[in-house]
């Protein structure tokens, strides 16, 4: 599967279905309203996998893999959401690394303590209106 970059949705977007683009479908995740700003919520992809969106305090939404590569714990939902020289960073709970949710890439160290690329999936994440969708990228 290709890796996906993505953008964050615009920040003036305040209703609608947030949805996770799972391959060659979207998945409905839940409300735009119902994500807190700064927290994360865990959603599971229509293939089976864990993604953790966030919704940033200016309102712009991003997803990334749940799972934290250096734990092997699917945590990263529960981590806080920050920024680092004005990149949105998520931190893990568990050995808090700082991640960077527009590419997944983390921002401490190049790879995970078994040699792989300590990256994580970025999803490509929307908000579907009643009027339209308001897409973070495609």
């Not at 947030?18 to 119902?34: F, K, M, N, P």
């Not at 700003?37 to 992809?45: E, T």
């Not at 997944?104 to 300590?118: I, K, S």
Request: hydrophobic share 40%; with cysteine; proline share 5%.
């Amino acid at each position: 599967m290709t890796e996906m970059l993505t953008r964050p949705v615009a920040a003036e977007v305040v209703t609608g279905t947030v949805e996770i683009l799972d391959g060659r479908s979207w998945t409905r995740v839940c409300a735009y309203e119902q994500l807190t700003p700064g927290r994360g919520v865990a959603a599971l992809s229509a293939e089976g996998a864990q993604v953790a969106i966030f919704r940033d305090r200016s309102g712009a939404l991003y997803a990334v893999d749940n799972r934290d590569p250096f734990s092997g714990a699917y945590v990263l939902s529960r981590g806080i959401v920050g920024s680092r020289d004005g990149v949105p960073t998520v931190a893990s709970p568990m050995y808090k690394h700082v991640f960077d949710l527009r590419d997944g890439r983390c921002l401490d160290e190049r790879t995970t303590p078994d040699g792989r690329p300590a990256v994580l999936r970025v999803w490509t994440v929307r908000v579907v209106q009643k009027h339209g969708t308001a897409e973070g990228a495609r």
